[in-house]
C-alpha cells in the first residue's frame, strides 16, 4: 500500500483548522489537503489509535488539555469525542500504549506526567495518576526548572522513557496496565546542559537514541528488558563540522529498514543523517537542508519511500523522496500555519 493519510498538528488558535489531514500517494510522491478540524487552541502534538480509528492531540497552552477525535474514513472528518484536563502547563507530548487503553502526557511547563484511561469508544477519562519532576541543571534560560519533552514505551516491555530538557536526565517509569499507575523504575543523567527532547528505538535491536535539544547531540544507549536500564554506548553531533551559529534539535527517527537515523537541526535547518552499525553506533553520513524553517517535527512513511517535515517558522510542511537512505527534496510542500506535528496512518 502507498496511500497514506498525513495527520499535521499545529500553533494554530481555536478558530482555526488547527489539525490538517493530508494525503499521501509514496509511488508519485503527491500530497494534497483533504481535510480539516478547528475548535482546539495549538494542538501541538498528536497520537493515532490505527485499529479504532482514533486520533488524539494534546493542547499546549497554560492549562493544558488532551482531547480525542473519531476518524470517519469514508468522509475523512473528526468528531471530537472528549477532551481532559491535564492538570499541568503547556502539554507538549502524548502517547498511547499498545492496549490503546492508556494516555500518556508530559506538562512542559508545570514538569509533570499525567496518565489517562481511554473507553472502548475512544473517549479520554478523568485521570489516573500524575508524577512530578524537580531539578534543574546549567543553563539558567532552560533549565531553571523540570521540563519533561516526551514520553516514549520502550518495546514490548511495560517501561517508559521521559526524556527531561530541564534537569538533564531520563526517567524510566513502569506502567501499570490495570490501575494506570506509574511507578518510577530508573532516573539516568545526561550530559550536562544537554536538554534531552526525544526519542526512537530501534525497530529491531535493543538500542534507543536520545536527541538532546540545546547540545545539538544524540546519545545512543542499549536497553534491557528485563528492568529498563540503560547503558550509553555513543554521544554524537548533530551538525556539520565548523558550524557555530545558533541552532537547537527536535526530532529523531529510524526508517523502518533500521538502516538510516536522521535527527533534524532548528536554526541549521536540516536533517542529520546517519547509517546505524551493527553495534548500534551510528556514522554521519551528511545533512540535508528541510527546505524551510524550525523543523520540529518529522516522520518517514512505512514504505520506506517518503519522509515529511513541519516546518514551523515557514509554514511549510515539505516532502522528501528518500533514495538509498538519502532524503531528496521532490520540489512538493502544503502550506500551513506553524505546523508543528506530522504522524502517518496507511489507508486500508
Keep these: 500500500m502507498s496511500v ?6 499545529t500553533y494554530g488558535s481555536a478558530d482555526q483548522e488547527g489539525i490538517h489531514i493530508l494525503s499521501l500517494d509514496s509511488k508519485t510522491c503527491s500530497l494534497e489537503k483533504i481535510a480539516g478540524v478547528s475548535g482546539i487552541h495549538s494542538p ?27 476518524l470517519d474514513s469514508q468522509l475523512l472528518t473528526l468528531k471530537e469525542l472528549s477532551r481532559q484536563k491535564t492538570n499541568g502547563d503547556h502539554p507538549c507530548h502524548i502517547s498511547i500504549d499498545a492496549t490503546g487503553v492508556w494516555l500518556l502526557a508530559v506538562n512542559y511547563t508545570s514538569g509533570n506526567v499525567s496518565v489517562f484511561p481511554i473507553d472502548e469508544h475512544g473517549a479520554i477519562g478523568e485521570m489516573s495518576d500524575q508524577l ?26 511495560p517501561f517508559w522513557v521521559v526524556p527531561d530538557l530541564g534537569c538533564d536526565r531520563l526517567y524510566i517509569y513502569k506502567l501499570d496496565t490495570v490501575n494506570g499507575k ?72 529510524i526508517d523502518a529498514a533500521g538502516a538510516y537515523l536522521y535527527g533534524s537541526n532548528r536554526g541549521h535547518d536540516s536533517l542529520a543523517v546517519y547509517r546505524i552499525q551493527h553495534d548500534g553506533t551510528l556514522i554521519q553520513v551528511g545533512h540535508v537542508s528541510v527546505e524551510g524553517a524550525m523543523p520540529r517535527n518529522f516522520v ?29 527534496y521532490t520540489g512538493k510542500k502544503m502550506e500551513l500555519y506553524k505546523p508543528v506535528c506530522v504522524k502517518v496512518l496507511e489507508v486500508e
Design 44 to 70: 501541538s502534538f498528536l497520537a493515532i489509535d490505527g485499529k479504532r480509528n482514533l486520533l488524539f492531540a494534546a493542547s499546549e497552552t497554560m492549562d493544558g488539555e488532551v482531547v480525542s477525535y473519531q
Design 132 to 157: 512530578h519532576h524537580e531539578g534543574s541543571s546549567v543553563h539558567q534560560d532552560r533549565q531553571e526548572a523540570p521540563h519533561p519533552h516526551s514520553i516514549f514505551n520502550m518495546p514490548n516491555t
Design 300 to 328: 518517514i512513511t512505512p514504505d520506506d519511500r517518503c519522509l515529511l517535515v513541519a516546518n514551523q517558522d515557514s509554514d511549510s510542511v515539505t516532502l522528501f523522496e528518500l533514495k538509498d537512505g538519502i532524503p531528496v
Design 182 to 253: 506509574l511507578q518510577q523504575q530508573n532516573v539516568i543523567p545526561t550530559s550536562p546542559g544537554a536538554g534531552p527532547r526525544h526519542a526512537v528505538f530501534h525497530p529491531h535491536e535493543p538500542w534507543l537514541y536520545i536527541i538532546e535539544e540545546l547540545s545539538s547531540t544524540i546519545t545512543a544507549y542499549r536497553y534491557d528488558r528485563e528492568n529498563g536500564s540503560l547503558r550509553e554506548i555513543q554521544r554524537v553531533t548533530t551538525l556539520p563540522e565548523g558550524f557555530d551559529k545558533p541552532t537547537i534539535s527536535a526530532d529523531i527517527h
Design 4 to 9: 497514506y493519510w498525513i495527520f499535521t498538528g
